[in-house]
């Protein structure tokens, strides 16, 4: 009984540092967070860096939340030929990674600690956009997942940091073009049309043009922030890969300075 409540109360304080944890945070915050982690060691001398990466080591170490499989996505494709992006607003969803090269292929992660809720909204909006899309679960969702998932959706399952495809994607022959255009800002439709009023881009393109001008037009919109992190991979600590891509800030200035 002791040894499940000592265990319940080290999930409780994971739970407190992953919420608590930013790249932004300052020292003592970050001095706080590690005194939970190891609270009978002298942390008050370390430097910045070594109480960033303690917390980073500690939590994918510990917590499997959503931000360790956005980091092995990271790393499956920073040296492949892709542009990708992290958290791309898909109507009223938000898809946690895209992969554009001659093809978008979007990835939804549910980590152990999400729900399913949300799944099927999600997996109707991303259907409408992108040419492959796939789900990247904990093992745990793989059953209900797979009732709500469209057919042609990928399946992929993580367990304890391991990868198995269990169903692969097939190409979606859904895609909506006016749904395509309506993810694109202004400028981004003037640019790749000429003009921004959609009952005149689709009375003038084929759903094929579009989806070719959508694909081009995402990737000049992402290319910049992704050969960013590709860049510094080795200077950036994993659970703050998607911050360096939102923010474009050198990381020096984030983790050696107060």
Not at 86 to 92: L, T
Not at 166 to 182: M, R, S, V
Request: hydrophobic share 40%; with cysteine.
């Amino acid at each position: 009984m002791k040894k499940a409540k000592a265990s319940d109360n080290n999930h409780t304080v994971i739970k407190h540092i992953a919420k608590r944890y930013h790249a932004l945070s300052y020292l003592p915050q970050l001095q706080e967070l590690v005194s939970l982690i190891h609270p009978l060691e002298d942390y008050m001398s370390l430097p910045k860096f070594e109480l960033h990466q303690r917390i980073n080591n500690h939590l994918l170490d510990q917590y499997h939340g959503e931000q360790a499989i956005k980091y092995a996505l990271f790393k499956a494709f920073k040296l492949k030929p892709v542009i990708a992006a992290f958290e791309i607003n898909v109507n009223n969803s938000r898809l946690d990674f895209l992969t554009i090269n001659g093809v978008t292929t979007g990835y939804e992660i549910k980590s152990s600690l999400d729900t399913l809720q949300k799944l099927s909204k999600q997996s109707t909006d991303y259907l409408k956009a992108f040419e492959y899309n796939n789900i990247v679960i904990d093992e745990r969702h793989l059953k209900n997942a797979r009732q709500i998932v469209p057919e042609h959706y990928g399946i992929i399952t993580i367990h304890r940091g391991k990868k198995k495809i269990i169903e692969p994607g097939a190409y979606n022959e859904k895609i909506d073009a006016e749904f395509q255009l309506t993810l694109l800002t202004k400028k981004e439709l003037i640019f790749s049309f000429g003009k921004w009023q959609l009952v005149d881009i689709l009375r003038e393109n084929s759903p094929e043009s579009i989806n070719i001008k959508f694909k081009e037009a995402l990737k000049t919109r992402y290319q910049y922030r992704w050969n960013f992190v590709k860049c510094r991979a080795e200077q950036i600590l994993p659970l703050d890969i998607q911050f360096f891509f939102n923010a474009n800030i050198e990381p020096k200035h984030i983790y050696f300075q107060s």
